[in-house]
């Protein structure tokens, strides 16, 4: 788990408040995503980052705010959020060889988010 | 269209006894499919995966895993369960919807638990 860090472990927010996580990978990997985890339902792909580009946005509401300023970093700017957000946010990170990939993805240990 | 299932959500096991938590899938390009287990409070460890080959896949913490082609499974195996092996597992498949690298589809976990 050390390869994917994430910060801060543990976020409690209002809905007005502005926050962001931060995500850092130390394997040498171009591709990073953003996971939410809800309690019983499967893991929702948020956003995917290949070598600093979105290449997927998957409906996700507009007040939640990726960024990616270099293949290392990968950041998650949130306002003005409902509690229906409250969940486990997981940052991933693997290495995208292509449209044959085979690279595993590895995972940060998550951020606990709870709005009130 | 491409999905994951993992018909139940817990597998109770006495320790020391055989465990397996099945897994199927349909895709509609090669099956590259892949374990994670998570513990509580923590990210997705990857476990193992299979890209071609050799239909059982030998992985972390004496897990295996084996790809059946015809039955479109992915099953996981450990032949002697520890109490320790207690954690939520993930089979995920390669999303080929996505031709831009490692987009995983998951399956809705299930929770193993091994009892003394």
């Known amino acids: 788990e050390t390869g994917v860090t994430q910060t801060p472990r543990h976020l409690v927010m209002g809905m007005t408040n502005k926050k962001s996580l931060k995500c850092e990978q130390h394997?040498?990997?171009?591709?990073m995503y953003w996971y939410k985890q809800s309690a019983k339902k499967p893991l929702e792909l948020m956003f995917v980052?290949?070598?600093?580009?979105?290449?997927e946005n998957n409906s996700v509401p507009s007040r939640f705010s990726p960024e990616c300023p270099n293949s290392s970093h990968l950041f998650l700017h949130l306002h003005t959020l409902q509690p229906e957000d409250s969940a486990l946010y997981l940052c991933a990170s693997s290495q995208d060889s292509g449209s044959e990939s085979t690279d595993t993805q590895y995972f940060g240990p998550g951020t606990r988010l709870t709005v009130l | 269209a491409q999905s994951v299932a993992q018909p139940e959500d817990q597998v109770n096991v006495a320790e020391g006894n055989p465990l397996t938590v099945k897994c199927t899938y349909s895709v509609s390009g090669n099956p590259y499919l892949f374990w994670y287990v998570q513990y509580p409070n923590r990210g997705l460890q990857f476990l193992l995966k299979y890209i071609t080959g050799d239909n059982l896949v030998k992985g972390s913490y004496g897990f295996e895993a084996e790809f059946n082609k015809s039955q479109t499974s992915f099953h996981l195996k450990k032949p002697s369960a520890l109490v320790s092996d207690s954690a939520l597992y993930f089979c995920?498949?390669?999303?080929?919807?996505?031709?831009?690298?490692?987009?995983?589809?998951f399956g809705q976990g299930t929770e193993l638990s091994v009892k003394p």
């Open positions: 995920a498949v390669r999303d080929w919807s996505y031709n831009q690298g490692g987009k995983l589809i």
């Open positions: 394997l040498g990997h171009n591709a």
């Open positions: 980052y290949s070598l600093e580009e979105r290449v």
